[in-house]
């Protein structure tokens, strides 16, 4: 079938094809009753007006991207569904962009966004505590808010938690149900989160007078398969531990495939925590304990803000999002 033009338009509703463009471009000097007879009768016509033409007559793409570099397919998908909800009945239009290590690239991910011709971007951790990333967008003037960023706060806006309270929160559990015998699997060590995270244990563990054992932290990537090798290497030492803390959900499920391989119980034998809440955490079994990190809503805050700054200037705010602890069934007291 031919593809309706905005000739079709502009005769069916009995209008010049200028009105059409003024309508479509949200210009001024049409009025309310011929602006709804356009919108009506395109609709009838199932006609859509050409992204490439409008935006050269804006001198915007009114395309917004996604920069991350996170593995963990929950994470990401979460990520997406946040900014698409707040684009939609938007004008604008999600690029994703993932970056397989923003610390390796960072010279080129800007480069990469002006290429796409991007009016502004969403950056997702790493890239949200990248110095160069950050400094090379504010020479561009590409638009941007940072999801969860941890440092240089003053550098741009973002929606964050308190990772290192949420993580503090997630070790006093353990510690609350009698555990003293804990292990730790850090996430990916060019995250800030990461080290956040790592904060948090530390001043549970402290104040609790708790020492953590140099060969019971074990470093991961924020992948099932590095929690999976992490806690393999954990459950199969002679003295094991009797809980594992492992920063993120993706490494503590593969740490319940590694007690599950074993034949040890979780969580009569050994208990495990994650972060994030993300999908994997609440269709395995058991269901993880994990601190739910609202990903989906962070990221819609993120894109509005990026959205605000091109419609009106927008500001520097950030909005701390509150985190919860949720305690499933992959925890519970130490054996006796």
């Not at 994703?96 to 690239?105: H, N, T, Y």
């Not at 020479?139 to 940072?146: K, N, S, T, V, Y």
């Not at 009569?268 to 972060?275: D, E, K, L, P, T």
């Not at 990221?299 to 602890?325: C, N, W, Y």
Request: charged share 25%.
């Amino acid at each position: 079938m031919r593809r309706t033009t905005i000739s079709d338009v502009a005769r069916e509703a009995g209008v010049s094809t200028k009105t059409v463009s003024r309508v479509f471009n949200d210009e001024p000097n049409v009025t309310d009753q011929v602006r709804k007879r356009v919108r009506e009768t395109a609709e009838a016509l199932n006609y859509h007006p050409n992204v490439l033409a409008q935006a050269l007559v804006r001198r915007r793409s009114h395309l917004i991207g996604l920069v991350y570099e996170n593995p963990s397919p929950s994470y990401v998908v979460e990520l997406q569904m946040g900014v698409l909800e707040r684009l939609k009945n938007e004008r604008y239009r999600l690029v994703v962009i993932p970056v397989s290590s923003v610390a390796e690239r960072e010279r080129e991910v800007v480069g990469l966004l002006r290429s796409a011709a991007l009016d502004g971007v969403v950056l997702a951790p790493p890239a949200a505590d990248n110095t160069r990333i950050l400094q090379d967008l504010t020479a561009a003037g590409i638009r941007f808010a940072r999801i969860a960023p941890m440092e240089n706060l003053e550098a741009g806006p973002g929606t964050l938690i308190d990772d290192v309270s949420a993580a503090r929160e997630a070790a006093q559990h353990l510690l609350d149900l009698g555990h003293r015998e804990i292990a730790v699997i850090r996430g990916d060590p060019t995250h800030a989160s990461s080290v956040a995270r790592t904060r948090g244990y530390d001043q549970a563990f402290a104040a609790a007078g708790v020492t953590l054992r140099p060969e019971r932290i074990k470093q991961g990537l924020f992948t099932r398969d590095s929690g999976h090798q992490a806690a393999c290497e954990l459950l199969d030492g002679a003295d094991r531990p009797t809980a594992i803390l492992a920063q993120n959900d993706d490494m503590a499920v593969g740490a319940l495939m590694a007690a599950r391989e074993r034949g040890i119980d979780v969580p009569a034998q050994v208990s495990i925590v994650g972060f994030d809440d993300s999908e994997v955490s609440r269709i395995t079994w058991p269901r993880i304990t994990t601190v739910r990190q609202p990903v989906f809503e962070m990221a819609v805050a993120a894109t509005d803000m990026v959205i605000a700054q091109l419609e009106d200037g927008g500001s520097s705010e950030h909005r701390k999002h509150p985190f919860q602890l949720l305690v499933r069934e992959s925890s519970s007291p130490p054996p006796t």
